[in-house]
C-alpha cells in the first residue's frame, strides 16, 4: 500500500535525496518555482546529498540552471538542457498571459517596436555574463531609447519568450540577464509529442502521486494536451485512490525509506505546495491561510513527516520556528538538525 505523503517526499527528493548536483534537482523536477529569489537557492539546496550555495551558484552561473518564466507565467527555475524545448512548448500560452497583462495596463508594443528593441538589447548584452535592468535602460538611454520602466520590463519579458535573453549570473539580490546564445548554446529540436511526454514524465516523477488537475495546475498547459502528455507515457504510469481521488506516479517510483521524526524548513513559494492545485494531502484546510494567502503569497512552512504544522523565518538567527497545529511538538533533535542543514548553507 502506497502512501501518498512519504511517497511524495521521497519523489520530492525531501528525504533520502539522490543528487549532489543541484542542476541534476532542477532536471529532476522539470521546473522549480523560483518566485523569490533567495528561497529558491535552499528550495533547490535542500533536495541535494549536502546542500551548498555555492554549488548552486556554480549550476546558475554555468547556464546549467536557468530563471525564468515558463509556466502559469510566474517565475521557476529550469534545467540549461530543458530550457529549449520547455521553451517551445510552453510560449504560446506564456505569451498569451503577457498579452493580456500588458492589455490590462494599457500597453501596445508593435511588432516593429519589438524587433528593434530586440536588436539593440542583444548588443549591449553581447560577450556580456550579467546585465542589469538598469544597465539595459541606462545603454539604451545612450542609444537615443527613453522608456517607462514597465515597458522596458515588457520588452524584457517578450526578448526571454523569443528565446533571446535569460538569466545572466547570480546577483545578491537582483536579476540580471545574459544572451541565451551565449549562456545555453544550441540545442537539439523536439517534437511536440516528445515533449509532452517528457514534461509529463517530469512532473509525476518528481511530484507523484499527484493528480490530472495537479499537473493541469502546475504545467499551466490545457487539459488535452495533460491527457496527451499522459496517454503517450501511460505504460510508465501507475495509479492509486485515496480519499476518492485518483492519484498517478511512475512505476519505477520509490515508496519506501520513510522514516518518522522527519522535521523541514521549506521555503516560500516551495514545491511540496505550490505544484499541486490540491494540497490538503499535506494541509489541512483550516491552516492553509498559514501557508499561503488568497493572492498567490506563499510562506515558509514547517513540515513533521510530511505535514505542515508550522511556519519559520529564515532572517532570523534560530529560523524563528513556530508551530500552528495543536498539540505537536517537533523533534528537538531533529528540528536542531535542520537548522544547522539551513545554517551550513
Same mark, same amino acid.
Given at each position: 500500500?502506497?502512501?501518498?505523503?512519504?511517497?511524495?517526499?521521497?519523489?520530492?527528493?525531501?528525504?533520502?535525496?539522490?543528487?549532489?548536483?543541484? &542542476?541534476?534537482?532542477? =532536471?529532476?523536477?522539470?521546473?522549480?518555482?523560483?518566485?523569490?529569489?533567495?528561497?529558491?537557492?535552499?528550495?533547490?539546496?535542500?533536495?541535494?546529498?549536502?546542500?551548498?550555495?555555492?554549488?548552486?551558484?556554480?549550476?546558475?552561473?554555468?547556464?546549467?540552471?536557468?530563471?525564468?518564466?515558463?509556466?502559469?507565467?510566474?517565475?521557476?527555475?529550469?534545467?540549461?538542457?530543458?530550457?529549449?524545448?520547455?521553451?517551445?512548448?510552453?510560449?504560446?500560452?506564456? /505569451?498569451?498571459?503577457?498579452?493580456?497583462?500588458?492589455?490590462?495596463?494599457?500597453?501596445?508594443?508593435?511588432?516593429?517596436?519589438?524587433?528593434?528593441?530586440?536588436?539593440? /538589447?542583444?548588443?549591449?548584452?553581447?560577450?556580456?555574463? =550579467? +546585465?542589469?535592468?538598469?544597465? @539595459?535602460?541606462? =545603454?539604451?538611454?545612450?542609444?537615443? +531609447?527613453?522608456?517607462?520602466?514597465?515597458?522596458?520590463?515588457?520588452?524584457?519579458?517578450?526578448?526571454?519568450?523569443?528565446?533571446?535573453?535569460?538569466?545572466?549570473?547570480?546577483?545578491?539580490?537582483?536579476?540580471?540577464?545574459?544572451?541565451?546564445?551565449?549562456?545555453?548554446?544550441?540545442?537539439?529540436?523536439?517534437?511536440?509529442?516528445?515533449?509532452?511526454?517528457?514534461?509529463?514524465?517530469?512532473? @509525476?516523477? *518528481?511530484?507523484?502521486?499527484?493528480?490530472?488537475?495537479? @499537473?493541469?495546475?502546475? *504545467?499551466?498547459?490545457?487539459?488535452?494536451?495533460?491527457?496527451?502528455?499522459?496517454?503517450?507515457?501511460?505504460?510508465?504510469?501507475?495509479?492509486?485512490?485515496?480519499?476518492?481521488?485518483?492519484?498517478? #506516479?511512475?512505476?519505477?517510483?520509490?515508496?519506501?525509506?520513510?522514516?518518522?521524526?522527519?522535521?523541514?524548513?521549506?521555503? &516560500? #513559494?516551495?514545491?511540496?505546495?505550490?505544484?499541486?492545485? =490540491?494540497?490538503?494531502?499535506?494541509?489541512?484546510?483550516?491552516?492553509?491561510?498559514?501557508?499561503?494567502?488568497?493572492?498567490?503569497? #506563499?510562506? *515558509?512552512?514547517?513540515?513533521?513527516?510530511?505535514?505542515?504544522?508550522?511556519?519559520?523565518?529564515?532572517?532570523?538567527?534560530?529560523?524563528?520556528?513556530?508551530?500552528?497545529?495543536?498539540?505537536?511538538?517537533?523533534?528537538?533533535?531533529?528540528?536542531?538538525?535542520?537548522?544547522?542543514?539551513?545554517? *551550513?548553507?
Amino acid at each position: 500500500m502506497v502512501n501518498p505523503v512519504s511517497a511524495r517526499l521521497l519523489s520530492q527528493q525531501l528525504i533520502v535525496p539522490q543528487w549532489k548536483d543541484p &542542476a541534476d534537482v532542477v =532536471s529532476w523536477f522539470g521546473a522549480m518555482q523560483g518566485q523569490d529569489y533567495k528561497a529558491m537557492r535552499w528550495a533547490v539546496a535542500m533536495r541535494t546529498k549536502k546542500p551548498s550555495f555555492k554549488a548552486f551558484e556554480a549550476a546558475f552561473n554555468d547556464g546549467r540552471i536557468i530563471r525564468t518564466h515558463l509556466l502559469r507565467t510566474t517565475w521557476q527555475l529550469v534545467s540549461g538542457e530543458d530550457y529549449r524545448w520547455m521553451l517551445d512548448l510552453c510560449r504560446s500560452k506564456a /505569451l498569451t498571459g503577457l498579452r493580456g497583462w500588458m492589455h490590462s495596463n494599457g500597453i501596445d508594443i508593435p511588432d516593429e517596436e519589438k524587433g528593434r528593441i530586440q536588436e539593440l /538589447l542583444a548588443d549591449i548584452a553581447t560577450g556580456k555574463r =550579467s +546585465v542589469l535592468k538598469e544597465e @539595459f535602460a541606462e =545603454s539604451l538611454k545612450e542609444k537615443g +531609447v527613453v522608456m517607462t520602466d514597465q515597458r522596458l520590463s515588457y520588452h524584457l519579458r517578450l526578448a526571454e519568450y523569443d528565446g533571446l535573453l535569460c538569466s545572466g549570473d547570480l546577483h545578491p539580490s537582483k536579476r540580471t540577464l545574459a544572451l541565451t546564445s551565449e549562456k545555453i548554446g544550441p540545442r537539439p529540436a523536439m517534437d511536440r509529442d516528445e515533449a509532452l511526454a517528457l514534461i509529463t514524465r517530469k512532473y @509525476f516523477r *518528481s511530484h507523484g502521486p499527484a493528480m490530472l488537475e495537479d @499537473f493541469v495546475w502546475w *504545467s499551466g498547459l490545457n487539459m488535452g494536451d495533460c491527457r496527451r502528455g499522459m496517454e503517450i507515457i501511460r505504460d510508465e504510469m501507475s495509479s492509486l485512490w485515496h480519499k476518492g481521488k485518483e492519484y498517478y #506516479f511512475m512505476k519505477d517510483a520509490r515508496t519506501r525509506g520513510f522514516r518518522g521524526g522527519n522535521v523541514l524548513l521549506l521555503p &516560500a #513559494f516551495d514545491e511540496y505546495l505550490i505544484g499541486y492545485k =490540491s494540497r490538503h494531502i499535506v494541509l489541512h484546510p483550516s491552516h492553509a491561510p498559514k501557508a499561503h494567502n488568497n493572492s498567490g503569497i #506563499f510562506y *515558509s512552512i514547517v513540515a513533521l513527516d510530511g505535514e505542515i504544522v508550522g511556519n519559520w523565518r529564515p532572517s532570523e538567527a534560530d529560523c524563528g520556528v513556530s508551530v500552528f497545529k495543536e498539540d505537536v511538538v517537533l523533534p528537538e533533535e531533529a528540528l536542531t538538525r535542520e537548522i544547522a542543514r539551513f545554517k *551550513s548553507m
